[in-house]
């Protein structure tokens, strides 16, 4: 089964309006708050090169 992450921030307009989407849509996912998690924060800017969020995997 697919497995969706988003990677967010707080107070993030696309962060919050992409997990309310999928929310509404019934889509399950796993939100990571990248500024709580270092580990995921170095992940998604180290490995994956985004600079900015939400980040969906």
């Keep these: ?3 969706i992450t988003l990677y967010s921030k707080p107070g993030c307009f696309g962060c919050r309006k992409t997990a309310e989407k999928f929310t509404a849509l019934g889509v399950p996912f796993q939100e990571v708050d990248l500024t709580a998690t270092p580990a995921a924060l170095e992940y998604v800017t180290e490995e994956l090169g985004y600079s900015q969020a939400p980040v969906v995997i």
Excluded: A, E, I, S
């Design 1 to 3: 089964m697919l497995r």
